[in-house]
């Protein structure tokens, strides 16, 4: 019998500004919570994932300013602090996606002296010598996908999705009946995508 990939836990990728994976990974939190699964939080990027992409004026500018907070958390991955990955992500992004604070300047400054971690990681945002670190890790998260994918991406067992993608956060039995639904379609080798329509009313916390 092929085993459950709800078994071997479930790897989310999120890019920091990215409030679709905010939405996701706090669904996750949520089935973390509930079901005792182990969820795997790693840094991909938005920026890299629609690189030599047609985009509208508004959503270019956006990806042009994603670069910096996810340049920071790079930083933070590759120093002696890499464990407070998560703290960092979930600070940053309590207060951008749902305290408002759209300054991600003003955000990363906050969000690293509340954690009490170095300030010179401010310095990465500017410092595009980590763009190819970025590139690595979108890579892998793209890895298992036919088409490259935006933002987030889950890899549950050995199978890999963008998505899902959802407007607001599941909890409770909700959360944990979708968990059934994603990880019992990723046991299907056949299963590819689903999609539907989607509502422009994001609710982020």
């Known amino acids: 019998m092929e085993t459950n990939p709800a078994l071997s836990g479930v790897t ?16 996750l939190a949520e089935v973390e919570l509930h079901t005792g699964v182990e969820v795997r939080r790693e840094l991909m990027s938005l920026s890299v994932a629609n690189e030599g992409r047609e985009l509208d004026d508004w959503y270019r500018d956006y990806n042009d300013g994603a670069w910096r907070p996810a340049r920071v958390a ?35 400054a906050l969000t690293l002296d509340e954690l009490r971690l170095p300030v ?4 990465a ?27 987030p991406i889950v890899h549950v067992g050995d199978r890999g999705f963008f998505g899902p ?21 990723a046991t299907i080798p056949s299963f590819s995508e689903l999609k539907g329509a989607r509502g422009e009313h994001l609710q982020t916390d």
């Open 12 to 27: 989310i990728y999120v890019d920091p500004t990215c409030p679709f994976a905010w939405i996701t990974s706090r669904w």
């Open 125 to 151: 945002a500017e410092d595009s010598s980590w763009d190819d670190d970025l590139r690595a890790r979108t890579k892998a998260a793209t890895a298992p996908l036919t088409d490259d994918g935006g933002t």
């Open 165 to 185: 993608v959802l407007t607001a956060v599941p909890r409770g039995d909700d959360a944990v009946r979708l968990w059934h639904a994603v990880s019992t379609l």
């Open 120 to 123: 010179e990681l401010t310095g």
């Open 74 to 108: 790079a930083a933070l991955l590759a120093s002696a602090h890499a464990g407070r990955w998560t703290e960092f992500y979930e600070t940053f992004g309590q207060r951008r996606h749902v305290g408002g604070l759209r300054d991600d300047a003003r955000n990363v």
